[in-house]
């Protein structure tokens, strides 16, 4: 029970960092693309989840 509550808790704040990186993209009107290219990172450098 409790490694479930805890991944439940994992994915809220997964959620609530997306959530805000997203915002702060749109603030700054920055696409996606734009973001990886400055990171050197593609979605593809992150992972299954693209986390």
Do not use: C, N, W
Not at 7 to 21: I, M, N, S, T
Not at 37 to 47: E, H, T
């Amino acid at each position: 029970m409790a490694d479930e509550t805890e991944h439940e808790d994992q994915e809220g704040f997964g959620r609530a960092v997306g959530e805000r990186l997203r915002l702060i993209r749109r603030q700054k009107r920055l696409s996606l693309q734009a973001v990886e290219a400055d990171s050197g990172r593609g979605v593809q450098g992150l992972g299954a989840r693209g986390l």
